[in-house]
């Protein structure tokens, strides 16, 4: 591809609007020519500015959260030493989600794929149809296995992380700290401390919502009046927030939970009054 | 080695740059990847919501950007963008991998196009740390977007908030292939040159 040829296509290699042909060719030219790899930057910086347009939508408090807990824990099962190139890559791995149905929906796909199996093989020998649209429905269809196979494991990870939950809520290890405060609402909530995985799980419900530019943040005070950060969290348009943290500390270190309200992204130390508070045992 | 992953928002991780967090989080830090999450994650989730409109979607879109981000800080190359033009990057790639895997493009193309609207200028930051800066950013966007000829704007919203090729483009739009060429280029120049303008006669 020439120079003159690129910079036709550079706009278009921007939003990832050219042919895979294309975008090789032209990956090429920028791979050697210093003109066209600043332009292909500066045009890229103005294309991902339109996501500036996208409406803004903060995610679900409870999902946030979760989304968070199951990163870091990630992170924290392939801790990257200081240096060290970076992993290869790998398959995308979904998080886990909402758990319904699990065997019935496992059934279906499995006898959704076995259908349209049928279904396309009577159709290519009935219709004689030529091999092309048969190689284009055959993608189709590995393309729709692929993705009830990435539900199915999804869904298998989510059974996994709820059991784990489960347990880390239940087990014979976990001491409950439970917080409340007086008004009308009745904020409350309840932290399930598993001593055995150092694993924190804290729900709250009837909290308000934090005033703008502020969130909550969740607190652990040990008896030498150590305050640890917990998290910062949001809360649900019902008031309710899950905040997960995993936290080694030992057995009788632990004097009181709380939550304070803080500036956005929170703060090294509370700052406010608390407006939940719960003593440990 | 498994080091405490509970959020705890150092005095330094506030005070840090993005560009900063994404330095600290190649190093291994769990905290600076907390950090950049709790600061950017509402930009990532509003492009990918915008993308696929489907919040189960987003959330997996969500998660899978920050997580490159864990393992790949290292290729991050501050001066061929900003931190958040690199989370744009990694979320829009996802969300179309996802949305041509599903072949669920054509019934998102037109909500993707149809759900711009205006009153995001007004709605708060996608950044709570950030707010002012951000607030700008999506204020110069929209003013050069505004100033392009409709047939010019149409053409690279199809291709970035639909994940349409300039083929698809033609083809949804019944233009020929040069036209939408044309358009796309002219839009992107005209956009890149504004951008700039507009960002050098704000500081």
Redesign the interface.
């Known amino acids: 591809m020439t120079h003159a040829e690129a910079q036709e296509l550079l706009a278009a290699l921007s939003l990832d609007a050219t042919s895979t042909d294309e975008r090789e060719a032209i990956l090429a030219h920028v791979a050697v020519c210093d003109e066209c790899a600043r332009e292909l930057g500066e045009l890229r910086d103005a294309a991902h500015g339109m996501a500036q347009l996208a409406r803004e939508t903060p995610m679900d408090p409870v999902r946030q959260a979760r989304v968070r807990a199951h990163l870091l824990a990630r992170a924290a099962d392939r801790a990257q030493p200081a240096g060290a190139p970076p992993p290869r890559p790998a398959a995308i791995t979904m998080p886990p989600r909402r758990l319904t149905r699990f065997s019935t929906a496992r059934f279906v796909a499995a006898a959704a794929i076995v259908l349209i199996g049928v279904a396309l093989a009577l159709y290519a020998v009935s219709a004689g149809q030529r091999a092309n649209d048969l190689q284009r429905d055959t993608q189709r269809l590995l393309a729709a296995q692929r993705g009830f196979e990435r539900e199915i494991a999804a869904r298998d990870s989510a059974l996994a992380d709820r059991q784990a939950l489960l347990d880390a809520m239940t087990g014979a290890g976990v001491q409950v700290i439970e917080a409340g405060a007086p008004g009308a609402r009745k904020p409350s909530g309840k932290m399930f401390w598993d001593q055995t995985s150092g694993q924190w799980t804290f729900v709250a419900h009837n909290l308000p919502h934090a005033a703008p530019n502020r969130t909550y943040q969740l607190w652990l005070i040990t008896r030498a009046q150590r305050k640890i950060s917990a998290g910062v969290f949001a809360t649900s348009a019902s008031g309710d927030a899950l905040v997960i943290a995993h936290y080694p500390l030992p057995q009788d270190s632990l004097a009181a939970i709380a939550v304070t309200d803080e500036p956005s992204g929170g703060s090294p130390q509370p700052t406010t009054a608390p407006v939940l508070v719960g003593t440990a045992r | 080695?498994?080091?405490?992953?509970?959020?705890?928002?150092?005095?330094d991780h506030?005070a840090l740059t993005d560009a900063e967090l994404v330095q600290r989080v190649?190093?291994?830090d769990?905290r600076a990847?907390?950090?950049l999450?709790?600061?950017q994650?509402?930009?990532v989730?509003?492009?990918a919501?915008?993308?696929l409109g489907d919040?189960?979607d987003?959330?997996?879109v969500?998660?899978?950007t920050?997580?490159q981000v864990?393992?790949?800080?290292?290729?991050y190359d501050v001066s061929?963008?900003?931190v958040?033009?690199w989370l744009?990057?990694i979320?829009?790639?996802?969300a179309?991998?996802l949305l041509r895997?599903?072949?669920r493009r054509p019934e998102r193309i037109a909500s993707a196009i149809e759900?711009?609207?205006d009153?995001?200028l007004a709605?708060?930051?996608?950044n709570?740390?950030g707010?002012v800066e951000?607030s700008e950013?999506?204020a110069?966007?929209?003013g050069a977007?505004n100033e392009l000829p409709p047939e010019q704007r149409e053409s690279?919203?199809l291709?970035?908030?639909g994940?349409?090729?300039?083929?698809e483009?033609a083809e949804r739009t019944g233009q020929p292939l040069g036209t939408i060429?044309t358009r796309?280029?002219l839009?992107?120049?005209k956009?890149?040159a504004r951008?700039?303008s507009l960002r050098e006669s704000a500081t």
């Open positions: 080695m498994r080091t405490p992953t509970p959020s705890t928002p150092a005095r506030a190649a190093g291994g769990q990847l907390g950090a999450y709790d600061r994650v509402t930009l989730h509003s492009l919501l915008r993308l919040a189960d987003a959330e997996d969500v998660e899978e920050f997580w864990w393992r790949h800080a290292s290729r061929r963008g900003s958040s033009t744009c990057s979320a829009r790639s996802r179309l991998d895997a599903a072949r759900s711009d609207d009153s995001a709605s708060a930051s996608a709570p740390l707010g951000e950013q999506r110069l966007v929209r977007l690279i919203e291709a970035y908030f994940g349409l090729s300039q083929s483009i060429k796309i280029r839009a992107m120049m956009l890149r951008l700039s």
